[in-house]
């Protein structure tokens, strides 16, 4: 199978900053993630340009021609246009050695020739330049390693990936993205190189690492990239070949994970959220450190999954993720063995304690929840999987309440913070929060109605006991 760039499909912006360039008599390409994702034919990548033109002359040639440009990065030769709202960044042809923050390398060095700035590049696939009349500018052989369903190095692999061991984790995320082989000689060096990701920046891993569970395919890298994924995440390693001497469980805590993981995917229909796909990689991280053995010799881990969820918490703290992701990923492991019936109250129960921590993600996070413990089941012993179909009877009773409406939060009360005032009187305080928690606690187990009468009696007969 050949792969072919139709010229039209480059779009009409991108042709605009490039005919610019060239009408001021510089030279200019599409380069890297355009290219490689035109030739797959998949959807519209953003488009990056480069060309000899020093960046100053960029400036003045796309101002001249009435293009917004942004000064983004002129240490390293990159302006940004911006055409009918479509940034476009253009960059100097340059080499470079080192990145210690998250996108730009320490010192760049300008050059003349094309070939030299896709010799810097990292991947074959990555390392392809376009031009709508020259044609494709390929000389890593990028084309064929698509066609072949190759993540392969450019150059000498073991040279590219110790001058930036980013390029690990970047060669694993392309490897998950695309469902692509890593060639040998290229998996060979992700392996020697692997344990330098110890120096690389913990946001930079960060930001890697959530490109990876984005592809949804974190179980493969799981299995045939464990060593990476070590190297980046070290909290992964105690999982490892830890036994886990128990009936319910047939795989030790790193295999069961990759089990979960694999299932929580399945189960959300490739589409899993990411703070669901980070709780299904760290719901058990907290085993190897609450292991204990009965006289029976049979293990348990008490208190795994809030051991868990703070360990998670430093782990997600530390690779900068965003608080947003970070609380409710934490609720999910802290919940993914907690008990819940079959019963409106039991499930009631769980969105009034996931709503506490995160207000107003109850009904997402519950759902999540039970697709979590679903996956969880699929990763024990055969005999212990068919929890996963009592899980379903759970849903089945989510959903009802959800499509009644069915109160769960004391905002969802019939009664309000200023009829328990009408009612007892006395000067508004946080005692007033206190009575309708309870009367919240009696309407969620099912012993009062959610009704105002219902309730004002019921704070009427409390207040007389
Ligand atoms: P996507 O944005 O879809 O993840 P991309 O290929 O556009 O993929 P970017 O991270 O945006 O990836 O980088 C743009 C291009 O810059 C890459 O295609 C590659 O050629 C080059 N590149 C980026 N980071 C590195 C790096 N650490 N080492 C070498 N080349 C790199
Ligand atoms: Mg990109």
């Known amino acids: 199978m ?51 033109a020093p960046w100053q002359e960029s400036v003045r040639l796309l101002k001249a021609a009435d293009i917004e440009v942004h000064c983004t990065g002129i240490q390293h030769g990159t302006v ?25 390398p320490d010192s760049v060095q300008f050059v003349d020739s094309i070939f030299d700035d896709l010799a810097r590049r990292d991947l074959t696939i990555n390392a392809m330049a376009y031009h709508p009349i020259r044609g494709l500018l390929d000389p890593y052989a990028g084309e064929k390693d698509l066609t072949l369903r190759l993540i392969r190095a450019v150059g ?27 060639e ?16 690389i920046a913990r946001e930079r ?31 992964l390693a105690p999982m490892v070949g830890f036994e886990q001497n ?23 229909g ?4 990411m703070r669901l796909r980070w709780a299904s990689l760290l719901h058990d991280i907290g085993k190897p450190h609450t292991f204990t053995m009965d006289e029976k010799g049979q293990g348990h881990f008490f208190g795994h999954p809030s051991a868990g969820a703070q360990m998670s918490e430093s782990i997600l703290r530390m690779l900068a993720l965003p608080t947003s992701l970070i609380t409710p990923c934490l609720d999910l492991v802290r919940f993914h063995d907690r008990p819940v019936k079959a019963t409106r109250h039991s499930v009631l129960r769980m969105m009034s304690d996931l709503d506490s921590r995160c207000p107003g993600q109850a009904v997402p996070l519950a759902f999540e929840t039970l697709i979590l413990k679903r996956a969880d089941a699929m990763g024990k012993a055969a005999p212990y999987r068919s929890y996963a179909i009592e899980i379903d009877k759970i849903e089945l009773i989510l959903r009802e309440l959800v499509g009644q409406q069915a109160p769960y939060r004391v905002k969802d009360l019939a009664i309000s913070g200023a009829d328990v005032v009408e009612v007892l ?37 409390e207040k007389s006991v």
């Open 2 to 52: 050949s792969h072919y760039i139709l010229p039209a499909s480059l779009p009409a912006y991108a042709l605009a900053v490039l005919s610019t360039l060239e009408k001021g008599g510089y030279e200019a390409w599409v380069v890297g993630g355009w290219v490689r994702d035109a030739l797959l034919g998949m959807p519209s990548h953003d488009v990056d340009v480069c060309t000899n």
């Open 80 to 104: 940004t246009a911006v055409l009918e709202g479509h940034p476009v960044e253009v960059t100097t042809y340059r080499v470079e050695s080192g990145y210690s923050d998250l996108r730009h």
């Open 156 to 182: 000498d692999p073991y040279r590219r990936f110790s001058e930036d061991a980013l390029r690990v984790l970047r060669a694993v995320r392309f490897a998950a993205r695309l469902g692509f082989e890593v």
């Open 184 to 199: 040998p000689a290229t998996q060979t060096a992700l392996q020697q190189c692997a344990p330098e990701l110890a120096h």
């Open 205 to 235: 891993i960060g930001h890697e690492l959530t490109g990876i569970i984005a592809t949804g395919h974190l179980a493969w890298a799981m299995r045939t990239q464990r060593c990476v994924l070590l190297a980046a995440l070290p909290s």
């Open 246 to 268: 128990s009936p319910y469980h047939c795989y030790d805590v790193y295999e069961h994970t990759m089990q979960v993981v694999a299932a929580t995917e399945c189960f959300a």
């Open 270 to 273: 490739g589409h899993a959220s």
């Open 425 to 461: 009187g006395g000067r508004p305080g946080p005692w007033i929060g206190t009575i309708l928690e309870s009367v919240l606690r009696e309407v969620v187990h099912g012993r009062l109605d959610n009704s105002k009468s219902a309730q004002v009696a019921w704070i009427l007969g």
